[in-house]
């Protein structure tokens, strides 16, 4: 497993939020479930650095990808992901 930006994971890859950096851009997310613990999956990146959809908690966010840069995730292998 390694740890990662989650504005560097792709479409489908998944993981556990490991870390959160608190700049004032970041704690909306943080107060929609985007906090130490949660698992996140990623479903779209949009081009041309656009904002990027997650999944957390049952719901689906559109998180830009300046934000996602102070989120901290831990990746499970692509093994692990398949089992």
Same mark, same amino acid.
């Given at each position: %497993? /390694? !740890?990662?930006?989650?504005?560097?994971?792709?479409?489908? *890859?998944?993981?556990?939020?490991? &870390?959160?950096? @608190?700049?004032?851009? !970041? %704690?909306?997310?943080?107060?929609?479930?985007?906090?130490?613990? /949660?698992?996140?999956?990623?479903?779209? !990146?949009?081009?041309?650095?656009?904002? %990027? $959809? +997650?999944? @957390?908690?049952? &719901? +689906?966010?559109?998180? &830009?990808?300046? $934000? $996602?840069?102070?989120?901290?995730? &831990? !990746?499970? /292998?692509? *093994? @692990?992901?398949?089992?």
């Amino acid at each position: %497993m /390694s !740890v990662k930006k989650l504005c560097d994971l792709k479409p489908d *890859e998944i993981g556990v939020i490991e &870390r959160v950096d @608190t700049p004032e851009e !970041v %704690m909306a997310l943080v107060q929609m479930g985007c906090c130490v613990g /949660s698992e996140v999956e990623v479903k779209h !990146v949009a081009p041309l650095n656009g904002p %990027m $959809a +997650i999944c @957390t908690c049952g &719901r +689906i966010l559109a998180v &830009r990808k300046e $934000a $996602a840069a102070h989120l901290w995730v &831990r !990746v499970a /292998s692509e *093994e @692990t992901q398949l089992a």
